[in-house]
Structures are given as structure tokens and as C-alpha cells.
């Protein structure tokens, strides 16, 4: 639900809620049932604490640019899609339309380490409630949470570690390389501009790991925004070189082959990205197009149902409707 005038009113549940006497994974069942009857059984949709100050206007609305979809960072964060969704009820990630930021993603790869180490969802929310009490502005963004001990979370400070509550606590080995922290820093130089210094963080992270596809995706991006084409096409190729199967890479580099006037390039991206998200709409779209350009119309036309089997009711749709008319006048023109 993305905006306040939804058919029923939202239910919030801020980050800090407390779960009463319940702890660990009993309480998160119970809650994340909770919650989830409110949506599946009431239609109550489940906001964030922030979203709702956002819609009554006490909160500047998030403008954060987001590229990720929930399957790609779900297979990014290896956190199942449900999850994900868990994640998003509880505040813990903020998508937009159906997108997610590179923040969620490091907020997820964070929750998910923990989760890895025994770390329950409820001590996770009870840890952050306790940070903001001596950190008030505290998120899983800005943040880098370690497991500890008897499963506590301990947070990295530039003097140290500390408790939840701010108590340091004495080093056991040395820190090792945090891979969200770097490309955390590589998407705060590109949001201020530091265009050198984040090409050179995120090339970092594709040395330390080439199976990880975020890097070179961002790194892609980058490049395109800043008018270097050529660098672009190579660094989406890496992220789909490192991840098959990441659709949103395929979509990009299309998109960017297509302004190049390279149609049977960026068709051919297209269909991968097809291949690897079936119901991919945006993707669905632009093949239609494109093949509709190149006077395929037959095979055109068939896109273009496809795309009105999953969209029949957006501006996009009557734009499809119409292009689908087109392909069929022209399949009778040449048949007759």
C-alpha cells in the first residue's frame, strides 16, 4: 500500500514495539502471525512508523532512488521473499512501489547475518529500541551489528565495540573487512557526488567477491548517469556475468544498448531478463516495443497480450491497447 487513501485505515507498528513477555522465537511467531491476519484475513494494510508521519506530513518523505526488486533482494540478502515481506511490516525495510534501496539491501545482509548466528527478529527490534535510547537517529543503515556471545548484539564504534546500551566491550580478535559497510560508503560517495571515490569502493567489493552482482549493478548505474556509456555497459555485463539470473541487470543494459541504437542487442537482453523473472512487466513492455519498432508484429502482439494479462489497468495499459491494435492491423494488412 503506498499512499493514504487506501479503502481501509493502516495499522502501524513502529521498530521499537515491544513483544510483552514472549522472547525469541516464540514471540515472532506469535507477532509476525499477528500482524500477518491483520493483511491476509481483515485487508488492514501494515505500515511502518515512518511511513505514516510521512502521509500526515510530520516527516519528510523518503527520495532515496531504489532499483531493487523484492525476489532480487531477497536472492541478495539469501532471505526468503517472505521474509522480506516480515522485514517490511516491522519498519525494518522501507520499499517504495514495490522497490527497495540500497539502504534495505544493507539492512537486509545485516539481518540476515544475525539471523545466521542465531539472532531472533524480536531481539533484533529489542536491540534497536535500546541503541536509540544513547543513539537517537540509530537504523540497521547506519549501523554495523555483530553477534555476540549467548546471541547479544554487539554494535562497532570507532573506538570499539560496545553493548546494546553503550557499554565497551573488550575486543576478541581484530575487526575483519565488513563488505555492507564498504558498499555502504561506496552509495554514500555517490549520493554526495564523490563519483572517483565510490567507482573505487565498489570495485573493491567486485574483487573481494565477483559472484556478488550488487557492485558492478550500482557501478553500472553510476556510470550511466554520468554520461560514461562504454564503462556502463561493461560493468552491467559483470553483474550479469556474476548473477544470470538478476533481471533488473538484463533490463538496464537493454535499455541502455537500446540508446545506442542497438535494438537486436537490447532485444536479446530483454528475453534473458524474461527468462529469469517471467512476470518481469517492465521488461514485457519493452520488448513488445521494440519488437513493434523493428515490425515484428506478430511477435510484438504477443507481448503486448502478455503485458495486458498482468497490467489491463495502469496509463501504460491503454498505452499497450493501442499498440497491440496497431500489430493486429498490420498482421492483417500483410495476410491480406
Known sequence: MDGPDSAKFPVIFPV?????????????CIVSHAVGSLWRVYG????????????IGKAVPDSLHRT?????????????????DELVQFGLLDPRGGLFGFRDLARARQISNLFAHGISLSEILR???????????????????????????EIEQPGGRTDKRGQFVLPVNGPAPNADALFEQAQAAEDAGDIAEAERLYRVLMN???????????????FRATGRKIEAEAALRAATRADPTFAEAWYNLSDLL????????????????????????????NLALLLQRGSRHKEAAEYWRQYLA?????????????????????????AS
Open 258 to 285: 537500446d540508446e545506442q541504437g542497438r535494438s537486436e542487442a537490447a532485444i536479446d537482453c530483454l528475453r534473458r531478463a524474461l527468462q529469469a523473472a517471467p512476470d518481469y512487466a517492465d521488461a514485457m513492455f
Open 68 to 84: 531493487y526488486s523484492v525476489d532480487r533482494i531477497a536472492s541478495l540478502s539469501k532471505l526468503s521473499n517472505s521474509t522480506i
Open 44 to 55: 488492514i494494510p501494515v505500515v511502518s512508523e515512518r511511513r505514516f508521519l510521512e502521509w
Open 208 to 222: 573481494c567477491d565477483p559472484t556478488d552482482a550488487a557492485p558492478p549493478f550500482n557501478l553500472g548505474n553510476m
Open 16 to 28: 521499537s514495539r515491544e513483544f510483552g513477555a514472549e522472547t525469541g522465537s516464540q514471540a515472532d
Open 310 to 334: 498482468n497490467d489491463a489497468q495502469s496509463e501504460w495499459a491503454a498505452r499497450a491497447r493501442r499498440s497491440l491494435k496497431f500489430c493486429e492491423m498490420q498482421i492483417h494488412l500483410s
Open 127 to 153: 536491540s534497536v529500541k535500546e541503541i536509540r535510547a544513547w543513539l537517537p537517529e540509530a537504523d540497521l543503515s547506519n549501523l554495523r551489528l555483530h553477534p555476540a556471545a549467548h546471541r547479544a548484539i
